[in-house]
């Protein structure tokens, strides 16, 4: 059994076959009360890179969801109701839907590895209503030197409450450039999924807009449909509040070009030789191509061995000479001696 809003499941040391399929057993109860025949909807959302960071997958990969936090509980808290509103207000399809047995528990088999959604819903016993919050969960849950390929987990619940009025609230998370923002924002409201009106959040409204409601059953949620360029969103919803932030996307640094080679010693022509163009694929007296111009074929290179072996043999002659003259000074001097 884990706990929820654990950190992602690098398995660093234990290799896993890419074919392996894993299994998630979620328990639904409140104290020693079942909840059964709740429909569980979970959803495939994200796979580790080879740099072992979570990349959302198509379809979410679509939409500007801010991941950042993705390593703390209350980061994943507001990744898991971001995503879950983009479930509702683009009706996307759960990547498995099981219901609960009368023990209140649900087992999914055959999951691919990568995070995973499970979808948040309200149950009701003759205590009052619950609340199971949206939530994320890894497969495989990682250990200290393994790792589980059957996840079972008990989902938190709160006591819930329907507010006669929510609220949304619009936020930004972009202090070092606030010229960037737009003038306004288009926020939808949900209701079931289902599209109910669409609102505008400005400087006016204080960014913010609320509504009454006479379904008490209903769910609400809201949605940003178009975020401004540079920035990504997280939604979060408290009771009878959404707040939606946009946060300046990070830049991506460009990679920096690889530095000059070393400064060839005084006297020594760099690469090219003189700088003048010249034929590129015929050598020239610098011994690379477009130097001084002169045609390699006047020049002695590295590996003529007839200019080589001709100096050689000069050389030798020249120096027997000298000696023998040397051999006959000596003997001259020798007799003058004796004379």
């Not at 507001?78 to 047995?101: E, F, G, M, P």
Request: charged content about 20%.
């Amino acid at each position: 059994m884990i706990g929820l809003g654990m950190g992602r499941g690098e398995c660093a040391a234990a290799e896993i076959d890419p074919a392996e399929s894993f299994n998630l057993t979620l328990f639904y109860t409140q104290k020693e009360n079942a909840f059964a025949d709740l429909q569980i909807d979970i959803y495939r959302v994200a796979e580790l890179d080879p740099d072992g960071e979570y990349r959302l997958i198509e379809p979410f990969a679509e939409y500007p969801i801010n991941m950042r936090g993705i390593d703390s509980i209350s980061g994943r808290q507001k990744i898991a109701q971001t995503i879950r509103h983009y479930v509702a207000a683009n009706q996307i399809a759960a990547y498995q839907s099981l219901n609960t047995d009368d023990r209140g528990t649900v087992s999914f088999a055959g999951l691919e590895k990568g995070l995973y959604l499970v979808a948040g819903i309200t149950a009701r016993n003759n205590n009052g209503a619950f609340a199971f919050g949206d939530f994320l969960i890894d497969l495989p849950v990682s250990a200290e030197s393994d790792y589980d390929s059957d996840v079972r987990a008990n989902p938190k619940y709160t006591p819930h409450t329907s507010p006669a009025k929510y609220t949304v609230v619009k936020l930004w998370d972009d202090a070092a450039a606030a010229d960037q923002r737009p003038a306004s924002v288009d926020v939808d409201i949900l209701k079931n999924g289902v599209f109910e009106k669409r609102v505008v959040l400005n400087n006016a409204n204080a960014w913010s807009y609320s509504w009454q409601v006479e379904d008490s059953k209903g769910i609400w949620s809201v949605m940003e449909p178009n975020v401004a360029e540079g920035y990504q969103v997280s939604i979060t919803g408290n009771g009878a509040a959404f707040i939606i932030t946009n946060t300046k996307a990070p830049t991506i640094p460009e990679k920096p070009e690889p530095p000059d080679g070393p400064e060839p010693p005084d006297g020594l022509e760099p690469p090219g030789g003189s700088g003048t163009i010249g034929d590129p694929g015929t050598p020239t007296a610098s011994g690379t191509p477009g130097g001084s111009g002169v045609p390699a074929t006047d020049v002695p290179r590295t590996g003529d061995t007839a200019p080589l072996l001709l100096y050689v043999v000069i050389m030798s002659v020249s120096g027997f000479g000298l000696m023998m003259l040397g051999v006959l000074w000596l003997r001259e001097r020798k007799n003058d001696e004796k004379r």
